[in-house]
């Protein structure tokens, strides 16, 4: 560091080491998560939205922090991911503003920086709540400025920040009552927390020590609940390896597979018996899996796709084979069940995510610019994606409407009240209207014990979660969380029930849980294979 300040290149270096850093908690921030449901991403969104910033930095040459911000910036706006990415990219774009022409900064500096951040990131949501990420930014730059009254040093500045953004994250349960009630911190804030103190780490010349240890979390206060019990996972991108094959063997244990499977990979689904198993995982790395696996018998049926190459076979596949239209639509999915289900009319460009892989504002914006049309409709289908979606608006010339969806049910509701004979703007309205008629119920497994909306919930036990929002039921078995679910929703007054049925539930499974939702609700009932991971069912009722 030179005496008149840090320089580009020790911007560069801080927020290497604050992301590889981040990288080593992702997995426990992404288990910080008010439902105990097993797809938390928000660690897995701050770690790839930063990857995606240090390597957009990584390729200028340029030493001036002003010229190193900007690209940060840039990358991070690009690479964004999830509601905690793009957040990131607004406080890197303040950032930004606040190094603007400087070619080294100080303590002074890099505060003064700091409050621009969070003046950014709160401008660039919504709706704001405290509790939060902006909290915790707005917290640390506050402390910042008051720090550099006492020493303008950029170590002594930053020592400030961090300790400040940790005591913050500490507070998040007290300013909201669903993380209170959880137990848990907030996780954006946790990430921020610990991306802070990975550049800190740097600055104080710990690198080399950094590689043994990991970060120390901030958790709630232990009479909230009880600790979450985090397994570490690797840090996948989105796509990577698709690996499926057959393990035929003698006393399997599903559970132990299981258990050790996660450790290497994700969309992890193991369903079978003791002497014969199916296995399915995400990974970067499948050979791992195939040796694993191979220790534990014999292993047949096997294949291994790159899904990078068969996503982008497939968009090449749908653009190709698209007509040119007037309005092009672009909806969000993950699961074989939706993908066919949104691509059958063959005017629909489907890109690939959803929980746990959430796509960036990159892969957005290629979609976008590949529309056969220059007035696109977006689909998010998903409540942490809508964030990046309107990032895209801004950086295409092409119009863009980006209708709320929240879930995929209120996705398909959008698109079955899409209209060629209107223009864009009635079509917004109209599928904007079409998805509040929608009630969506969500099953899953707790992933860890706790207490919400007074429902005392045990590890591995079915929960029910309607409209993305509140945790309505619980029972042992999937089929019993659906109906004690779709009571309290209100099913004997729809006019349909509509149940898609997951990867880790057989068509049989499904249709059972129909004929028991038409016998006590009287209510008609579709059931649809929608392939999805995490979630057995995902009910929507209309």
Not at 59 to 80: F, N, P, Q, T, W
Not at 521 to 526: C, R
Request: with cysteine.
């Amino acid at each position: 560091m030179k005496s008149n300040g840090a320089d580009g290149q020790t911007l560069k270096d801080m927020f290497s080491s604050g992301t590889l850093w981040l990288e080593k908690s992702a997995s426990d921030i992404n288990a910080i998560n008010v439902f105990p449901v097993p797809d938390g991403d928000t660690g897995t969104n701050m770690v790839l939205t930063m990857r995606s910033a240090v390597e957009e930095a990584a390729r200028i040459s340029d030493s001036d922090a002003s010229s190193v911000a900007k690209s940060l910036a840039h990358g991070a706006l690009m690479g964004a991911r999830g509601n905690s990415g793009v957040i990131l990219s607004q406080f890197w774009r303040g950032l930004a503003k606040g190094l603007e022409g400087k070619t080294h900064f100080n303590g002074a500096d890099f505060a003064r920086a700091l409050g621009e951040a969070s003046q950014t990131a709160y401008k660039g949501i919504a709706n704001p709540f405290e509790g939060t990420i902006l909290t915790v930014l707005k917290d640390a730059s506050e402390t910042a400025l008051t720090a550099v009254k006492d020493d303008d040093a950029l170590v002594p500045v930053l020592e400030a920040t961090v300790k400040s953004a940790e005591d913050s994250v500490a507070r998040t349960p007290g300013l909201l009552p669903a993380l209170r009630e959880a137990g848990v911190v907030d996780a954006g804030g946790q990430g921020l927390y610990i991306l802070l103190d990975g550049a800190l780490q740097f600055l104080k010349g710990e690198s080399e020590n950094m590689q043994y240890r990991k970060p120390r979390l901030v958790v709630a206060q232990p009479e909230a609940t009880p600790r979450i019990t985090h397994m570490p996972t690797r840090m996948d991108t989105p796509h990577g390896y698709c690996t499926n094959f057959i393990l035929a063997g003698e006393r399997l244990n599903l559970s132990r597979i299981e258990k050790d499977l996660k450790k290497k990979g994700q969309s992890l689904i193991v369903t079978g018996d003791d002497s014969l198993a199916r296995i399915h995982i995400h990974s970067f790395r499948p050979g791992d899996i195939i040796e694993y696996a191979s220790r534990l018998g014999t292993l047949h049926q096997i294949t291994i796709n790159n899904m990078d190459d068969q996503y982008a076979e497939f968009v090449k596949m749908q653009n190709e084979r698209m007509p040119s239209v007037d309005i092009a639509t672009i909806t969000v999915a993950t699961g074989e069940g939706f993908f066919e289900l949104f691509n059958s009319p063959g005017s629909i460009i489907v890109v690939h995510g959803g929980q746990t892989m959430n796509p960036s504002v990159r892969e957005l914006l290629r979609a976008v610019e590949s529309a056969p049309s220059d007035n696109v409709i977006l689909l998010p289908n998903n409540k942490n994606i809508v964030s990046a979606a309107t990032q895209v608006q801004s950086l295409t010339s092409k119009t863009v409407k980006v209708i709320p969806t929240m879930n995929i049910p209120q996705g398909i509701a959008a698109c079955l009240a899409l209209n060629y004979d209107m223009d864009l703007e009635q079509n917004a309205q109209a599928m904007e209207e079409a998805l509040h008629r929608v009630t969506t119920i969500d099953i899953t497994r707790a992933v860890r014990k706790t207490r919400l909306n007074s429902l005392e919930i045990r590890k591995g036990q079915f929960i029910a979660i309607m409209n993305n929002e509140d945790l309505i039921a619980t029972a042992d078995r999937p089929g019993d969380a659906v109906l004690e679910a779709l009571g309290k929703a209100g099913a004997e007054r729809a006019d349909i029930a509509t149940v898609y049925f997951g990867a880790e539930i057989t068509e049989a499974e499904a249709q059972e849980t129909a004929r028991q939702i038409r016998d006590r609700y009287g209510t008609d009932v579709e059931v649809v294979y929608g392939g999805q991971s995490h979630y057995c069912y995902i009910i929507s009722l209309e």
